[in-house]
Every structure is written in structure tokens, then in C-alpha cells.
């Protein structure tokens, strides 16, 4: 016990000391995770953040600002991507064929979003109507595709939810 603690020591050090460096002034925090007792990851958590921070960037550029409606648009794709892959368990679909028509459709919303978010960053240039109303337009389209799958696979909707999404024009 006494050796395995003096080993993860010295490696904590020997590691520290090697990336101090080549990067400074950065906090290390080590987690020490021992599996069979052989086990050591060093993790930075500035460099972490940082690529967080990248990543939040790069999908509010390509997406645009992560308000409601998109939020519920990802929430929406993801629960439909579930019930559908539950449906093509079900129906035995072939895996390959799940993945692409799925995984591609719910991309291609995606891009489709991008685009028209960067068209009204750079065309429109105010407001974002054409962005708001493609989300929308997804909204009502993935909320009744759910809606169907569900239906599918033999559970009962609530009426208010089925009239929420039967027709928008109602309302």
C-alpha cells in the first residue's frame, strides 16, 4: 500500500513537472484511478473548459443562440430518435438501415437550421424570422413523428397532446 501511494507521488510529480513545462500557470487537478492497481490520469481542467467553451461556440455560430425553441427541437430529436430506435427493435429493422434514414434525417434538420440561421445573420440581418420558423416548422413535424411512433408501438396519447400537434392552423 505504502509503495503504490510513494509510485502514484512520484509519477503526480514527474507528470506535473512535464506538463508545468510546456503550459504554465494552469491548475492540474489528478485523478487517480486505480483499476488492478495500475492506473493514472492527469487531467487539466483549464484545457477542459477551453474546449467546452470551443465547442458552445462553434454550435452557437452553426446553430445559432440556444433559446427555447431550439432547445426543445434537440430535446425532440433525441426522444424521437429513442422511440424510433425502439420501433425499429420491434419491427426488426436492420441496424444499417435505422441509422440512415434516421441518424441522416435528424442531421439534415440540423443543417437545414444552420443554413438558415446563417442566411439570416447575413441576408436578413434582422432578427432571425427565417431560423424561428424552420425550428417551428420541426417542432410540429418531429412532435406528430413522436406522436406516431408512440402510437405504434401501442401506448395511449392524451387527447390534449394529440390536439396539440393534429393541427396548427387551429389555433
Not at 488492478?36 to 477551453?50: A, F, T
Given at each position: 500500500?505504502?509503495v503504490k501511494?510513494a509510485?502514484?507521488?512520484?509519477?503526480?510529480?514527474?507528470f506535473?513537472?512535464?506538463?508545468s513545462?510546456?503550459?504554465?500557470?494552469?491548475?492540474?487537478i489528478v485523478?487517480i484511478?486505480?483499476?488492478?492497481?495500475?492506473?493514472?490520469l492527469?487531467i487539466?481542467?483549464?484545457?477542459l473548459n477551453?474546449?467546452?467553451e470551443?465547442?458552445?461556440?462553434?454550435?452557437?455560430w452553426?446553430?445559432?443562440?440556444m433559446?427555447?425553441?431550439?432547445y426543445?427541437l434537440?430535446?425532440l430529436?433525441?426522444a424521437?430518435l429513442?422511440?424510433e430506435?425502439i420501433?425499429?427493435?420491434?419491427?426488426r429493422?436492420?441496424?444499417?438501415?435505422?441509422?440512415?434514414?434516421s441518424f441522416?434525417?435528424?442531421?439534415?434538420?440540423?443543417v437545414?437550421v444552420?443554413?438558415?440561421?446563417?442566411l439570416d445573420?447575413?441576408?436578413?440581418?434582422n432578427?432571425?424570422?427565417?431560423?424561428?420558423?424552420?425550428i417551428?416548422y420541426?417542432?410540429y413535424?418531429?412532435?406528430?413523428?413522436?406522436?406516431?411512433?408512440?402510437?405504434?408501438?401501442g401506448?395511449?396519447?392524451p387527447?390534449?397532446?394529440k390536439?396539440?400537434?393534429?393541427?396548427?392552423h387551429?389555433?
Amino acid at each position: 500500500m505504502i509503495v503504490k501511494q510513494a509510485i502514484i507521488i512520484i509519477m503526480y510529480n514527474y507528470f506535473n513537472n512535464l506538463i508545468s513545462t510546456y503550459i504554465s500557470n494552469y491548475s492540474y487537478i489528478v485523478l487517480i484511478v486505480e483499476h488492478w492497481g495500475r492506473s493514472l490520469l492527469s487531467i487539466d481542467i483549464k484545457i477542459l473548459n477551453s474546449c467546452y467553451e470551443i465547442s458552445r461556440n462553434l454550435l452557437n455560430w452553426f446553430l445559432g443562440k440556444m433559446d427555447d425553441s431550439l432547445y426543445t427541437l434537440l430535446f425532440l430529436i433525441m426522444a424521437n430518435l429513442l422511440v424510433e430506435a425502439i420501433c425499429a427493435i420491434q419491427k426488426r429493422i436492420s441496424l444499417e438501415k435505422f441509422i440512415f434514414h434516421s441518424f441522416t434525417h435528424k442531421i439534415l434538420i440540423l443543417v437545414l437550421v444552420s443554413i438558415t440561421n446563417v442566411l439570416d445573420i447575413h441576408i436578413v440581418k434582422n432578427g432571425s424570422i427565417l431560423r424561428s420558423s424552420t425550428i417551428l416548422y420541426y417542432l410540429y413535424n418531429e412532435g406528430r413523428l413522436l406522436l406516431y411512433n408512440i402510437d405504434q408501438l401501442g401506448l395511449k396519447i392524451p387527447s390534449k397532446l394529440k390536439d396539440f400537434f393534429r393541427s396548427p392552423h387551429n389555433k
